[in-house]
């Protein structure tokens, strides 16, 4: 997915905390999104971060290193609701499409 | 509101047909894209729009076509339907150039 680079497959345990991590070309970078997809379903969002650090919102978070070029979503107290595909996005440049990881698809078993 | 609507939800069609898939939104969004998706290949853009009467080329334009007279509507045209066009179309809006709100999908198989 254009130099975004996202594990293909995690599995965690109910309960646990499961970190997903995506990695990205940085020229141009604008902001970086997350979005949950369960499946046959379609995209939702979960998170926008501009700016460098962590976002929390409920049992999920998110990290930015704009210098890095990485981030991650931290999901805690995991349910096996939680079982779905997570996909990494940026905009880069003046345009400001998103460009689309291939996703990671996490399950999430008893 | 009824956010992102799409339809069909589901069409077979075969090889040389023609189509249009509909996508209204009722946000007043600026802002729509169209998807497909494919399994291990992740979202790509086909078309986008930044307004009413306003249509560019993304990804994967090839076999596809697109028009936007209202800011409601944003439907997908396909000519000439092939094997390679078989998969999962999303519709997206947003209010600005980042956020997306995405329909529920119609799939599409091409016989």
């Known amino acids: 997915g254009q130099n975004i680079d996202q594990p293909t497959e995690m599995t965690a345990t109910e309960g646990a905390i499961v970190q997903i991590n995506c990695t990205y070309q940085t020229s141009g970078f604008n902001g970086l999104f997350w979005y949950q997809q369960h499946a046959g379903e379609a995209p939702t969002f979960l998170s926008y971060?501009?700016l460098d650090g962590l976002e929390e919102k409920g049992r999920f978070s998110s990290f930015l290193s704009r210098s890095k070029g990485y981030s991650y979503l931290l999901l805690k107290e995991l349910q096996m609701k939680d079982s779905a595909s997570y996909l990494c996005?940026?905009?880069?440049?003046?345009?400001?499409?998103?460009?689309w990881g291939l996703g990671t698809s996490l399950a999430v078993n008893p | 509101n009824a956010g992102v609507t799409q339809t069909p939800k589901f069409r077979i069609l075969k090889i040389g047909q023609s189509m249009t898939l509909q996508c209204a939104q009722d946000m007043n969004h600026n802002y729509m894209y169209w998807y497909r998706q494919d399994p291990g290949m992740g979202l790509k853009l086909i078309y986008y729009s930044v307004g009413a009467g306003i249509t560019d080329k993304g990804e994967v334009p090839n076999g596809y076509n697109v028009s936007r007279s209202t800011t409601e509507d944003f439907p997908l045209r396909l000519e000439l339907a092939a094997p390679s066009q078989t998969s999962v179309y999303f519709c997206?809006?947003?209010?600005?150039?980042?956020?997306?709100?995405f329909g529920p999908g119609t799939r599409l198989l091409v016989l």
């Open positions: 971060n501009v």
């Open positions: 997206a809006s947003g209010e600005n150039q980042e956020t997306q709100y």
């Open positions: 996005a940026v905009t880069r440049g003046n345009n400001r499409k998103l460009i």
